[in-house]
């Protein structure tokens, strides 16, 4: 209720609510009336001035104080542990570390309101009592429904000294368990933002029916890997699933990767990402640019909003529940399902990056930084993130657990993961070991021998058991191949191998001795340091570089398409386009092409090791030469379901029946490295192999429990060989994979029609022990018995 105290020089009024400062006029001819209001103001004062007739009078207006509005939450004190916001019995518990931040304040928004960027409540943190050593920390209870969170953090912006505060930035919490932003993949945000605010979920207890999915554990030496990219796998209008490019459109075609004989899925990075972080026009191909691959963290504990089917709606929980929905799918059907994570740098770049998260929580500890705070650059990206700090170590584990735990991935691929060896900013022993270390002169960024992180992991209880596997090298010049620290369980994209195997299939002279150290698994590299074959994941395409088809039409790479004149992307392929370099050439050169990728899925299927394929070389995908597709997310990435359809009886047949011949045969994925008790090398005549500088003939026998045994051999010359088999009284050596062959004589199973025909036409070769090989061929022989002996 309003009250104003009378005077005898004016009368009665009402007074202007006390929302905005006002100025109001009153005046007679005896005196005149100021009367300013402030939104801040409780009660209002009025001066009276008389004039030179009228006597002075001073009226005052008080305004009683409005009851205060009740909280939405009751505000406690909360714990410092765990990290993140955590759902318990009665309330929500956020903490949060920062060690530099000098205020801190929790922020909570509706759905609604992000877009607009509004907070709904903002809860201080008191440093007395909402802080525990360096962790901010607070307690609340109340109506969670659809509500999203994130912080504010005020401290010094000196980027000299690697601070990077600022206090109008909503940030998003590390720990978060979804991020909601944008809801569709490449759509821009409100006013056409490319970066549109991000908060993270308020979790909720949310059961998701596993079905009783436990882990598949795998020996890893039986493991056939597929790369794949999620939104890639089903976007193409030909996969005829009802969700496109998203985690369920994978389940829908799940069966496809059964047939090939793949057992494992390697996810690209399905931790959310900002596909528009490169969003700009493409001239070239008249479209624009966006970061297709992903591999540029915003947040680590959350799945890609952007690839459900659902988008960001239900605050993420969709999202969330989708990839549940493809792992335990995945595992159904007998299929791990593993994650490439980028713990090396993340999406905020250097120092003129966005401030999402980390930067704006404490950059000093997230990142790797120089004495005046630039940013090392080991990522090729812009930052690198500060893997050996004790608390981001701690944080990558955390995450890792995460994953495993309530997403039941069965492993991960560490991107660039020789960054994770590198000592941390401010590196010092006492600081890592708890002391001091004799001749201690280590450097920020010097490789480690026992890097903290990397021992964290292979002991931690959790990780220990899952699938670690290493892509050792980075863009500092670290290139650890062979040499990665491993404490006996991690493995490791075998970039040696892919170079070897390159080389030789398209006839390099001087490789034989390493081509057959690949096919052995890598001894070389790993049998000293007490690792097996299976720490090798053997590869020959990946998604940066030449698809298989491309490898054998191109000798040079053909990156227009990226809008950057061809200067990205390795110009070192090791590639050969069989002679003419393109896709329109002459029929004998398509000959040669197919029978080239023919050579080189058997070399990846007969070898020691974990074969790894990419997403759709298996049929032959073609991206035109571009070796470095980041950017496009079009047909040029998109698996095509109908070309694979149309080599379903050509080369689609031939990769599904090696993968699953790799299957069949015991000896094809040794738990150890092979002896010359079960392994025997020939040349052109038995036991007599040629390791010299000019050959390019590589061929073995194998004892296996299963298949008996098996002739393997590779001719990379181009000149045609009649080779002579080793002599096996009693027995006689049946043809089983020529790629010399049309199809589908490249394989002979047992559904070929006239296959006994097709048998009988290298009757009198083998009849003499013998076998002509074309030009860059290779064949499989199965020992059976001669029962015409």
Known sequence: MEKLLRST?????????????????????????????????????VAVNAGDAGELDTAVVEKEKPPPSPRRFQILRGNPTPFGATVLQDGVNFAIYSHNATSATLCLMTPSDLPQKRITEEIPLDQLTNKTGDVWHVFLKGDFTDMLYGYKFDGEFCPEEGHYYDSSQILLDPYAKAVVSRGEFGVLGPDDDCWSQMAGRIP??????????????FAQRDLVIYEMHVRGFTRHE?????????????????????????????????????????????????????????????????????????????????????????????????????????????????ENGPILSFRGVDNSVFYMLAPKGEFYNYSGCGNTFNCNHPVVRQFIVDTLRYWVTEMHVDGFRFDLASILTRGSSLWDSVNVYGNQLEDDLLTTGSPLSSPPLIDMISNDPILRGVKLIAEAWDCGGLYQVGAFPHWGIWSEWNGKYRDTVRQFIKGTDGFSGAFAECLCGSPNLYQEGGRKPWNSINFICAHDGFTLADLVTYNDKHNLANGEDNKDGDSHNNSWNCGQEGEFVSISVKRLRKRQMRNFFLCLMVSQGVPMIHMGDEYGHTKGGNNNTYCHDNHINYFQWDKKEESSSDFFRFS??????????????????????????????????????????????????????????FNTSHLPVTITLPERPGYRWDPLVDTSKPAPFDFLSHDVPGREVAIKQYAHFLDANLYPMLSYSSIILLLTPDITA
């Open 9 to 45: 020089s004016y009368s009665l009024f009402h007074t202007p609510k006390l929302t905005s400062t006002h100025t109001f006029q009153f005046t007679n001819p005896n005196f005149h009336i100021n009367f300013q209001t402030s939104q801040r103001n409780t009660n209002a004062a």
């Open 204 to 217: 909720s207890v949310d059961e998701f029916d596993w079905e009783g999915d436990l882990p598949l554990a």
């Open 238 to 350: 030909s996969s005829k699933t009802e969700s496109r490019g998203t985690y369920l459109g994978v389940v829908d075609k799940l069966d496809h990767l059964k047939e090939l004989g793949v057992n494992c899925i390697e996810l690209m990075p399905c931790h959310e990402f900002n596909e528009l972080e490169y969003f700009s026009y493409n001239p070239v191909l008249g479209d624009y640019r966006l970061n297709y691959w992903g591999y540029s963290t915003v947040n680590y504990f959350s799945p890609m909003s952007r690839y459900a089917s659902a988008g960001a709606r239900n605050c993420g929980i969709n999202a969330i529940n989708e990839f549940k929905q493809l792992v335990k799918e995945a595992h159904k059907r007998g299929i791990e399902v593993l994650m490439d994570v980028v713990f090396n740098h993340t999406a905020e770049g250097n």
């Open 656 to 713: 599904r029946l090696i993968t699953n011949f790799r299957h069949e045969c015991e000896s094809l994925g040794l738990n150890d490295f092979p002896t010359a008790e079960r392994l025997q090398w020939h040349g052109h005549i038995p036991e007599t192999p040629d390791w010299s500088e000019t050959s390019r003939f590589v061929a073995f026998t194998m004892k296996d429990s299963v298949k008996g045994e098996v002739y393997i051999a």
